[in-house]
């Protein structure tokens, strides 16, 4: 029955794949894509335990289908308005006299208090001391430091999101029991380590090997070697080529190591999503050799076809659909990878024991800590400042000011997002419920990651609160509905919102963003459904059918080998007692008298 | 129960290999890497096997 399912969940992905070579129409596309998507969630209803299978579900995909086609059907005749092309600015020539004029070194013989003579022509590197300070001087300093200001802000923004592993650790470690601390922590603390590790060794080449060139960084020209085959009369980008060790055909370069550090914690994002459903009883070896197949190669993979020149990215110039699968900071490469790896797993190594009764419904496990949850999503709200912003990889030219719109539509939807569940659990159970007001606050973060580039903040607001809402529905339905155990909700506030994210980009992208005068090659400001690119929708379809049909069965056939030569679960007598003595060797609270669970035991 | 050394050589076996994989592909595919990668990586695969039943 699994092999079916994952069968049938690859075949999703096959049904949405070949719309790019059966038809040139949006809305027969969008139909096939949506066809796709169907597919493939009812391929993983079929990995799931036949008991937990509902014939209701299969009805709603049917009728969500028809829904939808007919959506696709209206809205594709909309056309797009062509972008308005920016004046050109008038060209100055600059001359020696006019450097001349510049504050001279005595100046500053007394100080410089208000900091007028500081920072002005005499600052400026000099080629020639004998012809003294040229034009090409000033405009190779004028290059210099263009670079250098988006040098510096993508690196700070990538030890931010360094910063957020500390978030993750603690969101874990608190929704956990106090007998799996230390393993939970532990395991927070490895992923950094494990993922850099595959990345360094196997992931940044094939994500980004043929990236090309990254003009904010000061080009990137050694990263241009991507694996291509040609399908349906265009070139099919599929994994980079270069980058080994970072010093392979050229790589050496400083601009490749601000982007090989930018991604790497991106990525290591995603592998400390897994952790959280999988804690309190996944084996700790099994953790490390799952984290290197991820970091490896399920998530450089998706990463590639997505911002490293793959297929995905290139949907708008290969087959004209939009500006092709447009996700600006990851809601769908970095956090649906991670929620659907976490799943695919989670449906591996099965329930905590005692999470279900002997009919079904579900036994709460609260975690041991709320003040570390709550402060742990703190710590990955400031750290979603340099997830989102940080995403422009620029600071200067090519719309990297844009980057403060980014940087207030991720406030404004973690903001919504909160609000959204902390109203919905209210309302529906009496009480405000911190955990899942944690969760909703996250989870309107993750769907604003992919949008954050290209919408308002009005949209940013309405795409934070729905996602608040959804991921409370989304719990429910992953415990009540398919049984899964995912104790700190990851599935639900990566997964469910990270898609949710990828189709809110294709729905509000407004086409004011402008990087640079186009988008994954093609000319103009990427602009969603509700703007009237329904082609946009399409390709943002496609990466979800994608994700749904190839990253979860690649995730799940690693994971199932894994299992086989590793064993992904601990044993009976392990999770009883808790992990951290079997696992770690040691008690994260020594002190503490650990409470029984007869209720658990039993 | 749980964790054990022979976990520990098997990892480092594992990592071990996806190393030698890098420089094979470092080095323009070479055979010798790669094939190195191999059976590293099916040396522990091997290790992992041992170890299950130390864990209980």
Known sequence: MTLIGLAVTFLGFAIAFSSLGVTDSTSTRMVMVLAGIVVSLVGIMGVLTPAYQKKWIYKKFVIALALLGCLAHAEAARAQAPAAAPAAAAAVAITDADLKAAVKPTDRANGDPDGSLTGTANDIAVADPKAGLTVADVLNQIGANRIGVNFAWTLLCGFLIMFMQAGFAVVEAGLCRAKNANHTMMMNFMVYGVGMLAYFLIGFPLQMGGAGAIANLGGTPVLNSEFVIHLFGKDIGLF????????????????????????????DTTTTIVTGTLCERWKYAAF????MFLGAFTYPIFANWAWGGGWLAMLGANFGLGHGYADFAGSGVVHSVGGVTALACALILGPRIGKFRKDGTPNPIPGHDIMWVLCGCFILAFGW?????????????????????????????G??????????MWIRYGKPDASMSGNAFLAGLVAITAPSGFVNPVASAVIGLIAGVLVCVSCEFVERVLKIDDPVGAISVHGTNGIWGVIATGLFADGKSNYGGSWNGVNGNVTGLFYG????????????????GFVFVLSFLFNLLVDWFVG??????????????????ALAYPDFVLKPEPEMTA | MGANSQQGIALLVFF????LASAGMFYGGNVVFLALAVVTFLGSVALFLKAKPLES
């Open chain 1, 240 to 267: 980079g080529q270069t980058g080994y060790l970072l010093m392979h055909r050229g790589t050496y370069d400083v601009a490749v190591m601000v982007i090989f550090l930018f991604q790497m914690v991106f990525m």
């Open chain 1, 288 to 291: 490390m050799v799952s984290t």
């Open chain 1, 385 to 413: 400042f340099g997830f989102n912003p940080g995403s422009t990889l620029a600071m200067s030219g090519n719309g990297g000011l844009r980057a403060a719109s980014v940087a207030v539509n991720t406030m404004l939807a």
């Open chain 1, 415 to 424: 903001m919504t997002g909160s609000f959204g569940g902390i109203l919905y």
């Open chain 1, 533 to 548: 690119d329904a082609g946009q929708l399409v390709a943002q379809l496609l990466g979800v059918a994608t994700l749904i």
């Open chain 1, 568 to 585: 992904q679960r601990v044993s009976a007598k392990s999770e009883l007692a808790g992990l951290d003595m079997p696992e770690m060797g």
């Open chain 2, 16 to 19: 071990a290999s996806f190393t």
